[in-house]
Each structure stands twice: as C-alpha cells, then as structure tokens.
C-alpha cells in the first residue's frame, strides 16, 4: 500500500512562475548535396540553351558523302557557319545519302522549301577553279538561302554549285540556237573579247527540235546588252576557207578551250535600249552572220549553167555588183533531152532587203507587187547570172550578178514559183577556148627546124672567122691592142682619183678643210656686227689690257 503523498504547499503570493525553454528545430544541410546542386544547374541552362538557341534539324540528300563528315563537316553562308553535320546514313535503297545537319537558331529562316545546298570541294570546269580553300580547311556544306515562307526539313541537295545565287546582281538572257558547238554551263560570254557573263543552263526542246541557253550577264555590263544586240558562238577557232579567202576569227585562249559566246551591237545602228530580263534573241553560228544586214524575205532563183560548176558549193555568194544579195541553195545535175546535154541546175535565193534604196525605187516602178516582182524587174533590164572565181587559192566559185548590155527581156518563172535567171558564160570558161587556140597555134611553130637553122648558121660564121684575111686579121689585133691600152687609161684614172691616198683626194680635203674655216670666220664676223653695227663705221676697238696679277 502507498504512502501518501503531502499535497504541494501553496506558493507564496509574490512567487514568479516557473520558466520552460523550448529548443527550436534547426535544418542542417550537408555539403554533400552540393554537388548534386550545381549539376542541376548546368542541367538546367544547357536544356534552355537547347530550347532557346538551337535551330531545327534538317535533313539533305546527295548521290554520296564524299568529304562530309558527322560532328566535322559545317554549314556555311558567305562563309559564316550557321550550323554543322551530326549524322551521316544511307537510305534503305542504298542509292542515296542522308546528311542530318543541326542549323542554329539565328539560322532558322533558311529551313524553307526554296533553300538550296551543295558540298563545296576542290571542282575545276569549264568555268574555272573553285574551292581551293578546302584544300586546308576540309569540305563543307554551301547554302544559298530562299526567300519562302513555307517550312520544310528535307532538301535534295546539288551535285554541284549553283552559278547564280539569289542576290546577285546581273540579269538573265534567254538564246534560241540550233547546235551547242562545244559550249556548256560555266562557259564564258564576251563582248570585245572581255568576259561579262557565263552561261548558265541548257535545254534541248525535243519537240520543236531546238536548243535554248540561259546566260547570265553580271553587273553593271547588262545595260550592254540591248534590243538589237546580236550573240554568236565564239567556240574554238573560226576558219574559214571559201571563195572570199581565208579568214580566222577567234576570242581568248579560253574561248578555244571551253567555248564562248560573243555579242555586239551592229555598228552602224543607233544605240537601242538596254534590253530587259529574259529576253530571247538568236544565237548565230559565226560574227559575219550575226551582223549581217536583215534578210527579210528571200526570193528563190533557178540558174542553168552549161558549163563545169566545179568549186560551186551550196553556201556560195551570190553578189550583184560586188554586194553579196544572196547564197546558193543547191547545185544538181539536169539532163536536156532535145540538146542531150546535161545543164547543171543552180537554186539560190536572194534577199531583195539588201538592195536598199534600189529595192524601195523598183517597188515603186512595180506598183508594190512584191519582191519576187523586183527581181523580174531586174532581169528584164539586163540582169544575167555569171559563174567567177573567188579565189585562185582554194578554186571556189560564186555567182555574179551583172547587167549586159543588149540582153534585155522578160524573166521566165519556173513551176515552182522560183524566178528563171538568165546566165552568160562565165570568165574562165570563155578563156579557156582561148587558151587552147593559143596552145595550138604554138605547137604548129617548128622549134626543130629553127633549131637546126641556128645551129648551121653560128658554124657558118665560125668558119667564116677562121678564113678572114691578113688584113682583117690585122684590124682585130690593133681592135684589140686599142681595148687593152684603154683599160690601162681607166686603171690610172682610177689612181689618180679615187683611190684614198691620191693627190685630187688630198687636195680636195684640204680645200674642205679650208672652206669650212672661212664659213666659221664669216659667222663670227656676222654675230658681231649683229651685237656692234658701229664698228662699220669706228672699224673694232682695241681690246682692253690685260690686268697684272
């Protein structure tokens, strides 16, 4: 059983109340969790970085992945990187490569659908040398940026650089031709042998059959090129061998090689406009046609000819006067049933546009009927067709036009339309029964008798000498003695006076000499009566003495 407990003794009236302390909670962080601290950190600003200065990622295709490399390879713009290669795969066809290229986030707006991208390497073309730099600096990615709005990750990239990027300043021409010579993309364009342009694609139109070149003129040569400019294919070297002669034309030694088209505007005309973006000309296979006059509308000749046209070959002049109006179309046999003869058959056509002023005073005289019309016109007044030779070189033949007198009528047209030349025999060919009479007349000439003649007659004279008289004989010694003592007289003539060390020689010399003293005393007297003219009355004063030292 407990003992009681004594209840607790009343406090005292002005006892204070007891104090409790209570101990606050304290939060002790190790430093082991600092480190785990700053990790998140870092963690946390390399995410925003991702976020926040990452671009997208893009994909591009190339044929291969010759010199990109992943983690290696960069993208560039002007030169400045705007993002870098971070992977390299292959389809699942195996035909193409997938080049994974991360771009920054200030490089954004170049993942859009008109974005072009190439590998830049050493490449060497028609157009020259280019990327030498990454000789050292190693391939990388080019960009030319587009100018679209609409977003894109997966390009195809070039096999090549693009030779114009967007930006640059020149303008585009478009040329129509009918063969490309050796010309290519990247071949150059010239205007007074000074490259201004380069072409920059080709296409052959199959179903007109033609060939279409883009070329691209830089700045600020494109105000050269204007309305009525003319292009030719400068390609290699121009020679020509033709009834004009031989010409050579050529450009530069680049021309020669990798090919080239010149331009020029016609030299007599007035300066035209600067032509603008896109416009279409012509491309001319050589200079000579490309400045030629106009054309217009050709009117077709039939020419026969009973004589050899060897050397007359289709493309040859025709020329009225010296001024070529036309060319040979075709040169073909025919055969003449009531001569039995074979007539060589000539069709050309000539272009009455090239008349000038004559083609404007016929049309009036035939009301306008047209140019078929003026070439009538012409025949009837006499207008005959001519073969001549161009050159004796190379033996080609032309045809020339010419009036002949007494020749006068109405020009026959043909079935075809074409309108009947009337021709005279040309030149050479009435030359030739010339010749031959000339040759017959001198082989009837009897060069042996003569021959026999002359020899019978000098042994008649040598025996005729032989057989001269004392007296004669006499004649020739003194003719003779006479000959040698004159031969003497001229040797001592030629002593006495052309020979250096003669007394003439010396004396002459002498008298030079001393005529040459008296023209320098006479100059010296004129000099001093110029400055003193009185001493012609007071005659020269004394010379002043000479001071003593």
């Not at 946390?44 to 997208?56: D, E, H, I, N, Y």
């Not at 991208?117 to 960009?143: D, E, H, N």
Request: hydrophobic share 40%; aromatic share 6%; net charge neutral.
């Amino acid at each position: 059983m407990a003992e009681p407990t004594d209840p607790p003794s009343p406090a005292p009236d002005n006892a204070l109340p007891e104090t409790r302390v209570v101990s606050k909670r304290r939060w002790n962080i190790s430093l082991v969790w600092l480190v785990p601290a700053v990790a998140i950190a870092i963690a946390a600003s390399m995410l925003v970085r991702s976020v926040f200065l990452t671009g997208p990622r893009i994909e591009i295709e190339f044929k291969s992945a010759d010199g990109v490399e992943a983690g290696k390879t960069e993208v560039r713009y002007k030169e400045v990187v705007i993002g870098k290669v971070v992977g390299v795969s292959l389809r699942d066809d195996r035909e193409r490569v997938v080049v994974v290229v991360q771009l920054d986030q200030s490089a954004a707006r170049f993942a859009v659908e008109d974005t072009s991208f190439w590998v830049v390497k050493p490449r060497i073309g028609t157009g020259g040398v280019s990327g030498l730099g990454t000789l050292f600096s190693g391939a990388y990615i080019g960009t030319d940026a587009g100018v679209s709005t609409r977003s894109r990750s997966e390009f195809i990239g070039l096999e090549a650089p693009p030779l114009v990027l967007r930006g640059e300043p020149g303008s585009i021409y478009v040329l129509r031709a009918n063969d490309l010579g050796s010309l290519d993309v990247g071949s150059p364009v010239f205007h007074k042998r000074t490259p201004v342009g380069r072409v920059v694609g080709y296409t052959l139109d199959a179903d007109h059959d033609e060939l279409t070149l883009k070329i691209f003129i830089e700045a600020p040569y494109p105000k050269l090129v204007t309305l009525d400019s003319r292009f030719w294919n400068a390609s290699g070297i121009d020679l020509t061998l033709n009834a004009s002669g031989l010409s050579v034309n050529t450009q530069t030694l680049a021309s020669i090689i990798a090919g080239g088209i010149a331009f020029e505007s016609p030299p007599d005309g007035a300066r035209a406009a600067p032509a603008p973006d896109n416009t279409v000309f012509t491309l001319h296979n050589d200079r000579r046609n490309a400045l030629a006059p106009p054309d217009g509308i050709a009117v077709p000749v039939r020419m026969s000819f009973d004589q050899s046209v060897r050397g007359l070959v289709p493309g040859a002049a025709i020329d009225l006067l010296g001024v070529e109006i036309g060319r040979v179309r075709s040169v073909t046999l025919d055969y003449d049933a009531k001569s039995k003869r074979f007539p060589v058959e000539v069709v050309g056509e000539i272009y009455p546009l090239r008349l000038g002023p004559v083609r404007s005073a016929l049309l009036r005289d035939v009301h306008n009927a047209g140019d078929a019309a003026v070439v009538e016109q012409l025949v009837a007044n006499g207008l005959r067709a001519q073969l001549r030779t161009g050159s004796l070189l190379t033996g080609q033949l032309y045809v020339a036009l010419d009036f002949i007198p007494g020749r006068s009528r109405p020009a026959a047209p043909s079935d075809d339309g074409a309108v009947r030349m009337p021709t005279v025999p040309g030149t050479l060919s009435e030359l030739q029964p010339q010749i031959a009479e000339i040759v017959s007349k001198v082989s009837k000439i009897p060069f042996d008798d003569i021959g026999r003649d002359l020899r019978t007659t000098l042994a008649s004279a040598s025996k005729a000498i032989d057989n001269l008289s004392p007296e004669a004989q006499k004649t020739l010694a003194e003719v003779q003695r006479t000959l040698q003592r004159t031969q003497a007289t001229l040797e001592s003539l030629d002593r006495n006076i052309a020979d250096p060390s003669a007394p003439v020689q010396r004396n002459l010399e002498d008298a030079m000499l001393e005529l040459q003293r008296t023209s320098r005393a006479l100059r010296l007297l004129s000099d001093y009566l110029q400055q003193h003219p009185e001493a012609l009355l007071r005659g020269k004063p004394a010379d002043a003495p000479v001071p003593k030292r």
